[in-house]
């Protein structure tokens, strides 16, 4: 899949995992490129691998950090075509009757806050665009509850909401919403949290890994290139007609776990 024209692509926390590989598809698709994410390392990365890409360390957590970051953008590219709101993080394994109140609000205000910021301050850029598209990402715990993760859960549902709320808004400025829901990714992160679960419960990474697949049609994680590959779609001519869409790309999964 090929982009139209030379795309201008906004994606936060782009330097690794996902958002990196929603990246080098866009620089792929001939698509320039900015990325912001908290982790400098990983854009120096980033950028030795894919020398185009334009980057700046951003705490989307930051109100006014995340403004500028946008600002910062558009000045880079010339504009906004496409973003790709990725950025967001974890948070506490924790029940609703221990958990932090602290540690609720710290993912609420990157999760959500942090996504409505970068999305109000990149609406005008989207407007001047000739096929703006706006990029979500959600998660399997939008979808589903998910135990002793309640503040994730209640951010990814409300990307959802937020990604109806703005196709809505911005469909008279011809600007396209929708929203990706991962399931469990392939990758590091998903190893660790194996190996974390085999550590606890005496079985092997092996068994832990049939176990969290037991729920899913298709028996594997989601490979990375496959939701970046989604993204290039959506915000392509292919995909002009879609707009307020909630797309799961999760092997078929039956709950969050």
Known sequence: ?????????????????????????????????????????????????????????????????????????????????VLVNNAGIAGPAASVETLDPDAWESVLRVNLTGTFIVTQHAIPHLKQSPAGTIVVMSSIAGRFGYPNRSPYAVTKWGLVGFTKTLSRELGEFGIRVNAILPGAVEGPRIQQVLAGRASVSGRSVDEERDAALANQSIRRFVDPADIAALAVFLASRAGRSISGQIIPVDGDSQSAS
Request: glycine content about 10%.
């Open 1 to 81: 899949m090929t982009t139209s024209t030379a795309q201008r692509v906004l994606v936060t926390a782009g330097a690794s995992g996902i958002g990196r590989a929603i990246a080098e598809a866009f620089v792929a698709a001939g698509a320039k490129v900015f990325v912001c994410d908290i982790d400098e390392a990983a854009l120096s990365r980033l950028q030795e691998h894919a020398p185009g890409v334009l980057t700046s360390v951003c705490d989307i957590g930051d109100r006014a950090a995340a403004a500028r970051m946008v600002d910062d953008a558009a000045a880079a590219l010339g504009g906004i075509d």
